[in-house]
């Protein structure tokens, strides 16, 4: 049966101690103060307790997010240093076997030599040239698959067992599911680049980053939620709040105009900051028909958007940690406001650079990081202070 609670009513720190046994899967039960009608109705039911493990599932779920931000510095390694169109097929069971044997490796350096990319710009590479770009696009499709097996087993394991929480399992499967959806586009992305072109489509490229960015903040959201539920058995999911949501927004746009910046290699069209070379933008630069094509296709125009649109959504980020911390979620907060600030120097450092790997690489693996504490953030914000379930299930 499904109880409905008043709305509003904020039980957070302070209801008598509840007469269920902890039995270790949730948190303290502890609520002194609240008021005693409805409480003991609000148990939940005995066998929900005994089994579902909010705490045990959020742990998996942070190893998993932690797994994707590897998943990111390497995605962004394969392509700084141009590897990622070095396995010509999708062989998503097989491709786990690297070539062993001389012929094996000949066969698919042979494979590499029939597209654009090889016989336009790598004419003179050789099988120990071949097999070093080769090692970065394969480990990248490993830990795809490491990924993939490191959320779906243990959810197997959880849902066997009756561990998750009631109303979690769709997410669950939705988010496996975009991890599916996810090792496809990847391979759409690099098919882009197989044929015609000597590097990927870079509108191919931003949808493959921007997925799996979406799924690390969906998984950390998801995770964020279950630590709560073991805190408090009536925490409700959190909701995205205006603030919140217009600061995560923001940064996906941020992250979309970088990935276009990247995958125009529009980094190394103006190596200086804040003066594109000797003026804010540029005159003269070529322009495209229809106007609307330069945002997402004109290398310079994509850079001017990524180096000044970094502050808007710095701005938003900054306003919805201050009022993160201001709901008590001190580290999420000024960890968003110290990424932040490291994003845009680590920007600045990859321009003035000429787009060094290793700085370009520090630079998507903060995004990264700042995302995962944007999510933490506005979580903090969507949860209030100690709002509860409005509804939950009992016996
Ligand atoms: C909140 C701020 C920012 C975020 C979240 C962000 C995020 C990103 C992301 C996700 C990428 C794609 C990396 C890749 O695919 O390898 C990128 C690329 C890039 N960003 Fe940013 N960025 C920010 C600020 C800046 C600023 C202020 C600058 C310079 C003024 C900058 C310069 C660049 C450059 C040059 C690239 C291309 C690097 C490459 O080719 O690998 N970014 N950014």
Same mark, same amino acid.
């Given at each position: 049966?499904?109880?409905?609670?008043?709305?509003?009513?904020?039980?957070?720190?302070?209801?008598?101690?509840?007469?269920?046994?902890?039995?270790?899967?949730?948190?303290?039960?502890?609520?002194?103060?609240?008021?005693?009608?409805?409480?003991?109705?609000?148990?939940?039911?005995?066998?929900?307790?005994?089994?579902?493990?909010?705490?045990?599932?959020?742990?998996?779920?942070?190893?998993?997010?932690?797994?994707?931000?590897?998943?990111?510095?390497?995605?962004?390694?394969?392509?700084?240093?141009?590897?990622?169109?070095?396995?010509?097929?999708?062989?998503?069971?097989?491709?786990?076997?690297?070539?062993?044997?001389?012929?094996?490796?000949?066969?698919?350096f042979a494979n590499y030599k029939r597209i654009p990319e090889y016989w336009t710009v790598n004419r003179d590479?050789?099988?120990?040239?071949?097999?070093?770009?080769?090692?970065?696009?394969?480990?990248?499709?490993?830990?795809?698959?490491?990924?993939?097996?490191?959320?779906?087993?243990?959810?197997?394991?959880?849902?066997?067992?009756?561990?998750?929480?009631?109303?979690?399992?769709?997410?669950?499967?939705?988010?496996?599911?975009?991890?599916?959806?996810?090792?496809?586009?990847?391979?759409?992305?690099? /098919?882009?680049? #197989? !044929?015609?072109?000597?590097? *990927?489509?870079? @509108?191919? %490229?931003?949808?493959?980053? &921007?997925?799996?960015?979406?799924?690390?903040?969906?998984?950390?959201?998801?995770?964020?939620?279950?630590?709560?539920?073991?805190?408090?058995?009536?925490?409700?999911?959190?909701?995205?709040?205006?603030?919140?949501?217009?600061?995560?927004?923001?940064?996906?746009?941020?992250?979309?105009?970088?990935?276009?910046?990247?995958?125009?290699?529009?980094?190394?069209?103006?190596?200086?900051?804040?003066?594109?070379?000797?003026?804010?933008?540029?005159?003269?630069?070529?322009?495209?028909?229809?106007?609307?094509?330069?945002?997402?296709?004109?290398?310079?125009?994509?850079?001017?958007?990524?180096?000044?649109?970094a502050f808007v959504a710095a701005g938003l980020l900054v306003w919805a940690a201050a009022r993160a911390i201001?709901?008590?979620?001190?580290? /999420?907060?000024? #960890? !968003?406001?110290?990424?932040? *600030?490291?994003? @845009?120097? %680590?920007?600045?450092?990859? &321009?003035?650079?000429?787009?060094?790997?290793?700085?370009?690489?520090?630079?998507?693996?903060?995004?990264?990081?700042?995302?995962?504490?944007?999510?933490?953030?506005?979580?903090?914000?969507?949860?209030?202070?100690?709002?509860?379930?409005?509804?939950?299930?009992?016996?």
């Amino acid at each position: 049966m499904v109880m409905h609670m008043r709305h509003g009513r904020d039980l957070g720190g302070g209801a008598p101690a509840g007469k269920v046994q902890d039995d270790g899967a949730f948190g303290p039960l502890s609520r002194a103060g609240a008021p005693s009608y409805g409480w003991a109705m609000l148990q939940p039911s005995p066998a929900f307790m005994m089994t579902t493990r909010p705490r045990a599932v959020a742990r998996w779920l942070f190893a998993v997010a932690g797994l994707i931000v590897a998943m990111v510095v390497v995605g962004g390694i394969t392509r700084l240093t141009n590897s990622g169109l070095s396995i010509t097929e999708w062989k998503p069971i097989t491709g786990i076997i690297p070539p062993l044997t001389e012929a094996q490796w000949q066969a698919e350096f042979a494979n590499y030599k029939r597209i654009p990319e090889y016989w336009t710009v790598n004419r003179d590479m050789t099988l120990a040239g071949f097999k070093a770009i080769f090692f970065w696009e394969y480990l990248h499709r490993v830990l795809g698959r490491v990924i993939g097996l490191a959320f779906a087993l243990p959810l197997i394991w959880f849902w066997a067992r009756k561990a998750i929480p009631a109303g979690y399992k769709p997410r669950l499967l939705a988010l496996l599911a975009l991890g599916g959806l996810q090792g496809a586009i990847g391979w759409w992305m690099v /098919a882009s680049g #197989l !044929v015609e072109r000597t590097d *990927v489509s870079h @509108i191919r %490229l931003a949808v493959h980053l &921007l997925t799996a960015l979406f799924i690390l903040a969906g998984i950390v959201w998801t995770a964020l939620d279950l630590m709560a539920l073991y805190r408090n058995r009536l925490a409700a999911p959190a909701r995205l709040t205006r603030l919140g949501a217009g600061a995560i927004v923001a940064l996906f746009v941020q992250l979309l105009f970088g990935a276009l910046t990247a995958g125009l290699d529009a980094g190394y069209a103006f190596s200086s900051w804040p003066l594109m070379g000797d003026a804010w933008f540029p005159a003269g630069t070529p322009m495209m028909t229809p106007a609307i094509a330069n945002v997402f296709d004109n290398p310079v125009v994509v850079q001017f958007i990524h180096r000044w649109f970094a502050f808007v959504a710095a701005g938003l980020l900054v306003w919805a940690a201050a009022r993160a911390i201001g709901h008590g979620a001190l580290r /999420a907060g000024w #960890l !968003v406001i110290l990424l932040v *600030v490291v994003q @845009i120097g %680590l920007g600045i450092a990859t &321009l003035l650079s000429g787009v060094q790997i290793d700085i370009a690489v520090a630079h998507q693996a903060n995004a990264a990081l700042l995302l995962i504490a944007a999510t933490a953030a506005a979580h903090r914000l969507g949860r209030g202070h100690g709002r509860i379930a409005n509804s939950i299930m009992v016996s």
